[in-house]
């Protein structure tokens, strides 16, 4: 275990903002994680968790041990006539694992590909796109609790999945430690097309047979068609959820702005955050080294030297012209660190 002291952020968060952790090390193994907790511990310090820092926004220096996770690993646990059970290290790349699944016929995350940062992540967030979320395709985590240093499993149900949430966000939000995820995916794919631009994609680019590797390419095309590319432009992708509003709220605003997208659900009618920050003005503004990406609203970003306190002070902006100009609160995807 190699820790390191006073280290830049800059190359481990998407947003590319530069903040330093005092300390700083990468663990490869459940027990390299146990050796820096208890590092952390006897040192008087406080931990902080980093997977591929696509979620986060760091609006100061880290006074802490930030650890890295980096455990690996793919492999097939169990198998039924229907399903593959596949366990994943929380440090493997997402998409790569999407890649993965495909080159293996594994279906169920097709639909998920191109999102930024880990697998550890994805439970966490209940990550999703296109009409399928991580509760779709999800059997079990482990994960190590920080306190006892034991390793700990939850199904579906005890993870409390919602819209981008799970009870690691909340009830168990810093207690536990995401180390690997089993997901149950399926021999015979279904393929989900009838969500954004994915059947229009398709026909565009002239598929007549449909399967894991033609849906995938659709969503990479969408994604990158809207989104920027964090190598490029520092993001952490949807920096807002979508809200879900009152029926009778939605009719009353529908009467007022006849354009105004809606998504019945059962808690309501989802609202698009992007038609929201648009209609307010927001799309393409910069304002320095930041600003709200001129193809996609929804998206903030850093055009370099950006500050995290700067990112942050916008966001409030634009959530409190949201508010005053429609009712609607709007609250961040994104971690704030």
């Known amino acids: 275990m190699n820790i390191q002291e006073n280290i830049s952020l800059k190359a481990h968060n998407t947003f590319g903002i530069a903040k330093n952790a005092r300390f700083f090390v990468a663990v490869k193994s459940i027990d390299e994680l146990k050796e820096a907790l208890n590092w952390a511990k006897s040192q008087k310090i406080n931990s902080l968790i980093l997977g591929g820092g696509s979620n986060v926004l760091l609006t100061q220096n880290q006074d802490a041990l930030v650890i890295k996770i980096e455990i690996d690993g793919i492999k097939v646990i169990n198998e039924t006539e229907e399903f593959f059970f596949v366990e994943v290290g ?21 639909n998920l590909s191109l999102i930024p940062g880990t697998v550890g992540a994805s439970p966490m967030q209940n990550i999703g796109a296109y009409g399928v979320e991580i509760k779709d395709v999800f059997a079990s985590l482990k994960a190590l609790n920080r306190d006892t240093l034991v390793m700990e499993e939850f199904d579906a149900g005890q993870c409390l999945f919602g819209y981008r949430e799970s009870v690691f966000k909340h009830e168990l939000k810093g207690k536990y430690v995401i180390c690997s995820v089993v997901f149950r995916l399926k021999k015979a794919p279904e393929f989900h097309t009838e969500y954004g631009a994915i059947k229009e994609t398709l026909e565009a680019n002239g598929v007549k047979e449909l399967s894991l590797k033609t849906i995938s390419d659709a969503v990479i095309h969408i994604r990158q068609s809207k989104l920027p590319d964090p190598k490029e432009i520092g993001n952490a992708g949807s920096f ?36 929201l920050i648009e209609q307010c003005g927001w799309k393409g503004r910069r304002f320095g080294e930041i600003g709200v990406h001129a193809k996609q609203p929804l998206v903030l970003v850093n055009y370099g030297d950006g500050d995290g306190n700067e990112i942050k002070n916008l966001a409030e902006k634009i959530q409190q012209s949201v508010l005053d100009k429609f009712n609607i609160s709007i609250h961040p995807e994104v971690n704030f660190l």
Request: proline residues 7%; negative net charge; charged residues 15%.
């Open 90 to 110: 929380a440090g493997v790349n997402w998409h790569q694992f999407v890649l993965e699944a495909i080159g293996n016929d594994w279906a169920g995350i097709e």
């Open 240 to 275: 807002f959820k979508n809200p879900t509003i009152s029926s009778d709220q939605y009719q009353i605003l529908k009467s007022e702005y006849s354009s105004i997208p809606g998504y019945p659900n059962a808690e309501g009618v989802k609202v698009p955050a992007a038609w």
